[in-house]
């Protein structure tokens, strides 16, 4: 079993909050971890369970009276008529922290049941799968990224004990084997596991479930074949003409179906860092798949090693290195402020992450020496009227490397 990094965050919740909702995309682990946690001092339903799904629905008075606190209940967006009366339990039942833990994989078809209900008594947490960290097992999985805390000047003064939480390097083909295999437990785990099979599986299942029942698609291969054409896209500007177009769609739909994929957590939109001091900056959003095992296969990348020389080299790893950014975040229960910069004037920067009223600019390339013309538009923050922190370039070095006095290149399996 793999020790998640959000598990801590559970434990600390459980003792401040009434109610807990964990997001995620499905087979992220979610419902593994919080089994493991409640150690069988709470029981499990889950509501993929039709008989249980119905009674939750039609009569949740009952379906709570008969399955009391503390309880785990999976896949709840099926019945947000459980959410009044989770409320009306938890006030009357103050005293007893950690009395709901629940999970979801459509995150914001819950969020307006929620809002009405159980505001003031809920927190909601994002899982993603596996970080890089947790992976490779080490003591600790790594705080939020920021570059400054990561800057090569920094790292030599580390002390002996924490050095060792230090993962070891990776060459660029291992890095690539990584980012192929992706990042949900199953495959990582199973090394026996029929890569083709799980994932027609998963997408058969998640479009069976959460697409078609869910939202009632009545066009099943078109929403694959629009799945596979975002994959495609991953680490672009989102182009819903262009989309629409591929698939045989409206521009409707396609926006649609785009929202269905980031409800699911299957994808995430990055917005562009958009101040009110200028008017030059691009505003279409990025987007990004969040979990690389899953947009290798749609994208038919078979092996590590095509993938590694393929025409999506670039936009892999940078896809790969935004996931483990967002994991260094949300698996320490922090939602980022993480942005990307683009202007009329073609300066572009991958990731701005914004902490404390400063903004951190992030590269990341495909390179093992990068270098002066990698950073050149990290200066175009300065004209947005905030502080500027230490930059840094996610790539394929083997050590921490100053740049200049302003950025670091940082190896990407040290996020």
């Known amino acids: ?58 009569d949740p008075e009952l379906f709570l009276q008969e ?28 005293n007893q922290k950690g009395a709901f833990w629940l999970t979801g994989s459509q ?14 008594r809920i927190v909601v947490l994002d899982l993603l799968g596996l970080s890089y960290r947790e992976r490779i097992k080490l003591p600790h999985s790594g705080k939020p990224f920021v ?34 295999e992706g990042s949900l437990p199953e495959p990582v785990v199973s090394k026996k596991l029929n890569r083709e099979a799980f994932y027609s599986s998963y997408i058969q299942s998640y479009i069976e479930r959460d697409v078609r029942d869910f939202y009632n698609i009545e066009k099943p291969l078109q929403f694959y074949k629009f ?34 994929l980031e409800r699911s957590g299957l994808v995430y939109l990055l917005q562009p860092y958009s101040p009110n001091v200028t008017k ?35 936009a892999i790893l940078e896809t790969w290195c935004f996931g483990e950014i967002m994991k260094s975040y949300w698996h320490n229960g922090i939602n980022p402020l993480i942005y990307f910069y683009r202007d009329t004037d073609q300066k572009e920067i991958d990731f701005v992450i ?21 950073i050149k538009h990290f200066s175009a923050l300065k004209k947005l009227g905030k502080k500027t922190g230490m930059g840094a370039v996610l790539c394929l070095s083997q050590s921490r490397i100053p740049i200049n006095r302003e950025a670091v290149c940082v190896p990407v399996w040290e996020i």
């Not at 995150?107 to 003031?120: D, N, R, T, V, Y």
């Open 147 to 180: 570059p400054e805390l990561l800057s090569a000047h920094n790292a030599a003064k580390l002390p002996a004990q924490k050095k060792q939480n230090v993962s070891k390097p990776l060459t660029p083909k291992a890095v690539y084997r990584h980012i192929w």
């Open 107 to 120: 995150k914001f078809s819950l969020m307006k049941g929620i809002q009405e209900s159980l505001a003031g």
């Open 354 to 374: 914004e902490k404390n009223m400063t903004l951190y600019p992030v590269e990341v390339k495909k390179s093992a020496m990068p270098g002066e013309a990698d």
């Open 280 to 314: 030059r900056i691009i505003k279409t959003p990025k987007v990004y798949f969040l979990d690389t095992g899953l947009c290798a296969y749609l994208c038919r990348w078979e092996t590590p090693e095509t993938l590694y020389a393929g025409a999506m080299d670039g």
């Open 67 to 94: 399955n009391p606190p503390p309880i785990l209940i999976d896949e709840v967006q099926y019945a947000p008529e459980l959410f009044p009366y989770i409320k009306i339990y938890v006030d009357t039942h103050k």
């Open 1 to 58: 079993m793999i020790e998640r990094t959000m598990i801590k965050v559970i434990e600390e919740y459980s003792k401040t909050f009434r109610v807990i909702l964990l997001t995620g995309q499905r087979q992220v682990g979610k419902t593994t971890m919080l089994e493991k946690l409640a150690n069988g001092k709470r029981k499990y339903i889950t509501l993929d369970n039709t008989k249980l799904r119905n009674l939750a629905q039609n």
């Open 227 to 260: 799945l596979s054409s975002v994959a495609a896209r991953t680490g672009n500007l989102v182009n819903y003409s262009s989309l629409a177009s591929d698939i045989g769609i409206d521009v409707k739909t396609a926006q649609t179906w785009m929202g269905i």
